[in-house]
């Protein structure tokens, strides 16, 4: 009876467990639906509403330049759970500017297992803090069924 070495055995199982993750083809969602990005709309719920996101998911930022209506709007990545509940952005990374939200929208892809929080920025983290423009999302893995 011929013996499977250690290596081949490893090899199998590394490629078993592979194989329960799917490759699939990635959505892009639009961040508040037909609301897009705008002050005041509960983004909690809506991530509720719309979650799961998968790991490579494109979140399309969507939100109308400056004008008499909004002072603008913008995307930030904040690094961490506390920037997020205090709307801290003193080590936020922007993503986009007013401008980038228009026409097509702004696209941020969710490539990672791990916990992604952003915020508008503007007015002094007045549109996050008052206006709920605050959402967390975190990717999971593709399964296979």
Same mark, same amino acid.
């Given at each position: 009876?011929?013996?499977?070495?250690?290596?081949?055995?490893?090899?199998?199982?590394?490629?078993?467990?592979?194989?329960?993750?799917?490759?699939?083809?990635?959505?892009?969602?639009?961040?508040?639906?037909?609301?897009?990005?705008?002050?005041?709309?509960?983004?909690?719920?809506?991530?509720?509403?719309?979650?799961?996101?998968?790991?490579?998911?494109?979140?399309?930022?969507?939100?109308?330049?400056?004008?008499?209506?909004?002072?603008?709007?913008?995307?930030?990545?904040?690094?961490?759970?506390?920037?997020?509940?205090?709307?801290?952005? #003193?080590?936020? @990374?922007?993503?986009?500017?007013?401008?980038? !939200?228009?026409? *097509?929208? +702004?696209? =941020?892809? $969710?490539?990672? /297992?791990?916990?992604?929080?952003?915020? #508008?920025?503007? @007015?002094?983290?007045?549109?996050?803090?008052? !206006?709920?423009? *605050?959402? +967390?999302? =975190?990717? $999971?893995?593709? /399964?296979?069924?």
């Amino acid at each position: 009876m011929a013996s499977i070495s250690y290596t081949t055995q490893g090899f199998i199982l590394l490629l078993a467990a592979a194989s329960l993750f799917a490759v699939s083809e990635a959505k892009t969602i639009v961040v508040g639906g037909s609301e897009g990005w705008r002050f005041g709309f509960n983004y909690t719920e809506w991530v509720l509403q719309n979650s799961p996101f998968y790991i490579n998911d494109e979140l399309l930022f969507k939100y109308d330049p400056p004008s008499e209506k909004n002072s603008g709007y913008s995307v930030y990545l904040l690094p961490n759970l506390w920037s997020y509940i205090s709307c801290d952005f #003193s080590k936020a @990374k922007i993503l986009a500017g007013p401008n980038q !939200g228009a026409g *097509k929208g +702004f696209k =941020v892809e $969710l490539n990672q /297992w791990r916990p992604y929080y952003f915020a #508008s920025g503007d @007015k002094n983290g007045y549109n996050c803090k008052d !206006g709920l423009m *605050k959402l +967390f999302a =975190v990717p $999971l893995p593709h /399964w296979n069924n």
